[in-house]
């Protein structure tokens, strides 16, 4: 069964004067402030688009590891995933690095680098950045 989730955003202004907000419609957790700054520059309190994919391909590369590795008959103790997007100014994400740390017992250096690489390759929201050129993984078993 297929599931929409929403987002909407209300701006107001030029692009580097202006301001908005992104309301996470779906879930009614929260209201966030962006401009260009938050985009750019310094967050300073309010978050940008690529927060928000990173956001996104961190909780997505989660799932889609655990999923994996139960997959394996492994049981994951714990997954914890960074995603550091970079925006540059004319050229667009330019680069995402995933890292990923996780502690699941019993399993082999190998086959953990083999399940790391299936997940960043079989995430929706991998698939859905294909687009990124530079999409990297540190995964480290502890």
Not at 17 to 22: D, M, N, Q, R, T
Not at 90 to 103: D, H, P, Q, S
Request: hydrophobic share 35%; net charge negative.
């Amino acid at each position: 069964m297929a599931t929409t989730r929403t987002a909407t955003t209300h701006w107001e202004g030029t692009l580097l004067e202006g301001k908005g907000s992104v309301v996470l419609d779906s879930s009614k957790v929260g209201t966030f402030d962006v401009n260009w700054p938050s985009r750019a520059e310094q967050p300073n309190g309010r978050t940008s688009p690529e927060e928000l994919i990173a956001a996104a391909h961190s909780s997505c590369y989660s799932m889609a590891f655990s999923h994996g590795l139960a997959g394996q008959g492994h049981t994951v103790e714990s997954l914890d995933t960074r995603a550091d997007v970079t925006f540059q100014p004319g050229e667009g994400i330019t680069g995402i690095v995933l890292t990923v740390k996780a502690r699941v017992p019993g399993l082999s250096e190998e086959d953990f680098q083999a399940a790391a690489l299936d997940a960043k390759k079989n995430c929706p929201v991998s698939q859905a950045l294909a687009g990124v050129k530079n999409i990297t993984l540190h995964a480290e078993l502890v």
